[in-house]
């Protein structure tokens, strides 16, 4: 029997599961876009939603070109308020995680330093970084100040708790095996301990991305001159939706584009890590 | 004596995702007598799972026929029961009801259903545990779920894929008794895959034995013994020297 | 990972907390009497005759409980909502191919959006009623249940599959009898996840304008430059949100009994 006439070509799907071809899915998603873009025009344009509530997408896309090079009517360009978004975001989110990470790291192995620091973590960790705000407010005013620290906050709680889990989830084989060869308490910490918590540190890494972009934006709403956030909340004010979604695009979209870069940087760093 | 099964030119080959294809079973034939215990021998990772799942229907050859009774196997049916390495039990559902799942997806009332599933929970030996969850079970009290799970639709044959390979030496051999205590209790067509000599030599009527990858049958092996059988019966210890020495080594 | 935290942690957690928050709590006394921080910084005492004056008197016409429950009305009509078009959603779309194809685009464009950034937008919909809030908490609850739902369907176990195959079903026993209930942990993951997203958004549109809910508490303190009332307001909202997580623990034990805790 020839041997091309054995090879079965399909490939195994799990039972259950519609079986059809990639093709045919890839097209049905296609489709299913076209539909929403087309829908999403026809109620504006032909008035079943007001203008001056949703703006079609021909909207948008205009009054992204327009934001790109023109401060009008927010006082500043798109570009201007990315950037300080993003600036404060990932000023925020560094520092806290540079803290963040090895503070949960140790607290997972040194008990003394757990039982020291644990009972004003466990008092803060239940509020809301969002609740923070007015207290923020109060404190450093309307400003950059109170805005750094609530996004410092939010991203600080996760990136320690999933640090101390990393750590206090270790194999304890592993630990013995190396202690077997007469590593110390540090060194095994930094052997052992350290690699196999990195990838809850990652999870870590990534709920503070997520949890900083989200708090940035709320601060921003409710307690900024510029930026992204800043830019909607205007939006809102002059009745100018297509300036909100804008914002809103641009905001999800660099959200959506951190936390890629953060899942490259993890593949690289603990290649052996199963999805 | 009646065939039961028959595999007939059966070849099966994989796809990898890389484009490249794999050979797992190469003209493979074997038929299986009715009421038999057939034991599948081969080296770990040489195809006996995949040869299984072709017998049971739950994928199909590349090329070549599963029969049974004649008629070509299209796809999985209640009148071949299958036993899991891994269990596979619902975690969620007690014993009794993993046991009555086959009578419930085919449309028979609870209290049948509890009847016989009550029953065969007798007859591997778990009575009291009707309520009880999988997680609280040991391997081996998992494993006797699964066989009374599969024999609670009655099926006319029984697929069992290395079902103590997960058990420690102790519960295996244990396992291997009650399996036979159950098969004289309740004749069925089995067919047994496992990578255990003494475990094949122990239970079978016959013996097929597999190479490694990709799989052909090598040899086969009529063991006339009495059961019970004894690991130390130098007829016994014979065949497994026979056995063993033209066995393949899996890597 | 097979590792469980050893016994004495557990027991730590209970003894430590009381003397280590005595110490917090006298190293705060003591920092607020400095007057370092002068008005900014309220002692413990202030705090909690802040709060004993809230729970008697209302504030701007509400009691505090008529706080609370504004609140948690909100989150709780929202969240009712999400669950009860987001679970089948994502059950669907982790189980059938072709929804998936459809849904998945569409939801993956709106995902990235933080539930916050679509407080204007609400606002300017729906005007500053009740109707953003829910809104945007029901964003908030939508996308972690419909996502954990649809990965709780998509690593449905191959193997209990098969053994229902075996045993005859159809693939819609399939979905019913094993998928969907192989599904429930990852499902009240995503319950748990989408609550407390809902609360945290709650908050964050009772600030940008409300005149009641906890959110609106924390403002008017700020408003009224009451540091008290707004530490006061924050421990509330802490409380509230750890109780309804809580809640929601139970209800998985008493919905899910045969799940064994991973000791923490």
Not at chain 1, 142 to 168: E, H, M, R
Not at chain 3, 105 to 131: K, M, N, Q, V
């Amino acid at each position: 029997m020839a041997k091309e006439e054995r090879i079965n070509t399909c490939p195994e799907t799990p039972s259950g599961r519609g079986a059809a071809t990639a093709g045919s899915m890839l097209w049905l998603s296609v489709l299913s876009l076209i539909a929403f873009f087309l829908f999403w025009y026809v109620i504006v344009q032909f008035g079943f939603i007001s203008r001056t509530l949703l703006a079609s997408p021909e909207d948008v896309i205009r009054t992204f070109w327009f934001k790109l090079s023109h401060r009008a009517p927010d006082g500043a360009t798109l570009g201007q308020n990315f950037k300080a978004s993003l600036l404060l975001a990932l000023t925020g989110y560094i520092s806290a995680v540079v803290i963040g990470v090895p503070l949960g790291l140790l607290m997972g192995w040194y008990k003394k330093l757990d039982e020291m620091v644990r009972p004003l973590f466990e008092l803060i960790r239940p509020i809301p970084p969002i609740a923070w705000i007015p207290l923020a407010i109060l404190w450093f005013g309307i400003g950059l100040a109170a805005k750094a620290y609530i996004i410092w906050l939010s991203a600080f709680v996760p990136s320690v708790i999933n640090s101390y889990f990393g750590i206090k989830l270790t194999d304890p084989v592993l630990i013995n095996c190396v202690r077997t060869f007469g590593a110390g308490k540090w060194e095994s910490f930094l052997k052992v301990g350290v690699p196999a918590a990195l990838p809850m540190v990652f999870t870590g890494l990534r709920l503070s991305l997520s949890s900083a972009w989200m708090t940035l934006v709320a601060a921003e709403l409710l307690a900024s001159t510029e930026g992204l956030g800043y830019m909607i909340q205007m939006g809102r004010t002059l009745a100018r939706p297509d300036i909100i979604i804008v914002g809103m695009l641009t905001i999800g979209f660099t959200g959506a584009a951190m936390a890629f870069g953060l899942e490259k940087l993890e593949s690289k760093i603990t290649p052996w890590r199963k999805q | 004596m009646k065939q039961k099964l028959a595999a007939e030119k059966v070849f099966k080959s994989f796809r990898r995702t890389d484009g490249t294809v794999i050979e797992i079973l190469n003209d493979i034939n074997i038929t299986v007598n009715e009421n038999e215990l057939l034991v599948i021998l081969g080296p770990g990772q040489c195809g006996k799972t995949v040869f299984l799942k072709l017998v049971a229907g739950l994928d199909t050859p590349s090329a070549g026929k599963i029969l049974m009774d004649g008629q070509p196997v299209t796809g999985p049916s209640p009148t071949r029961g299958m036993v899991f390495q891994k269990y596979a039990l619902m975690q969620w559902k007690t014993v009794i009801e993993n046991v009555g799942l086959g009578l419930k997806l085919n449309g028979v009332s609870r209290s049948e259903r509890d009847d016989k599933a009550e029953r065969l929970i007798k007859l591997v030996g778990l009575s009291g545990f009707e309520r009880a969850y999988p997680d609280q079970l040991s391997g081996g009290m998992k494993q006797r779920v699964g066989i009374a799970r599969a024999y609670c639709t009655d099926p006319e044959v029984l697929l069992m894929d290395e079902p103590f390979g997960a058990l420690d030496a102790q519960t295996r051999y244990q396992m291997e008794d009650e399996v036979l205590r159950i098969w004289e209790e309740a004749k069925r067509t089995v067919v047994f895959v496992t990578n255990n000599i003494e475990e094949a030599i122990y239970l079978g009527d016959r013996i097929v034995l597999l190479s490694k990858c990709p799989a052909h049958v090598k040899a086969e092996y009529e063991i006339d013994l009495p059961r019970p059988r004894a690991f130390t019966d130098p007829l016994f210890l014979e065949l497994r020297h026979r056995i063993a020495d033209n066995s393949d080594l899996a890597l | 990972m097979s590792a469980i935290a050893p016994p004495s942690f557990i027991r730590q957690f209970q003894i430590i907390p009381l003397v280590s928050v005595a110490a917090v709590g006298i190293a705060w006394q003591l920092l607020a009497l400095s007057g370092y921080f002068g008005m900014a910084l309220p002692s413990p005492v202030d705090v909690i005759r802040q709060f004993l004056q809230m729970i008697q008197e209302p504030i701007s016409g509400v009691s505090l409980l008529g706080h609370i429950w504004a609140s948690m009305f909100r989150v709780l009509s929202a969240f009712f909502i999400a669950v009860i078009i987001g679970i089948p959603l994502g059950l669907f779309m982790g189980w059938n191919k072709k929804v998936e194809a459809i849904v998945k685009p569409i939801f993956e464009i709106f995902r990235p959006i933080p539930p916050i950034a679509w407080i204007p937008l609400a606002i300017l919909w729906f005007g500053i009623d009740e109707a953003p809030k829910i809104y945007i908490c029901f964003i908030g609850a939508f996308v972690p249940v419909v996502m954990n739902a649809y990965t709780g369907i998509r690593f449905t176990d191959p193997l209990l599959l098969d053994a229902a195959r075996m045993l005859g079903a159809s693939k819609k026993q399939q979905f019913l009898e094993v998928a969907v209930p192989a599904a429930l942990p990852a499902v009240f993951a995503g319950l748990q996840n989408g609550i407390s997203l809902s609360w945290m958004c709650v908050l964050a549109a009772e600030m940008v304008g409300a005149t009641k809910g906890v959110g609106y508490l924390i403002l008017a303190g700020m408003n009224m430059d009451n540091p008290s009332m707004i530490i006061c307001g924050m421990l509330i909202i802490g409380a509230v949100g750890a109780a309804i997580a809580a809640g929601l623990r139970l209800a998985e034990r008493k919905i899910l009994p045969w799940k064994r805790e991973i000791a923490q």
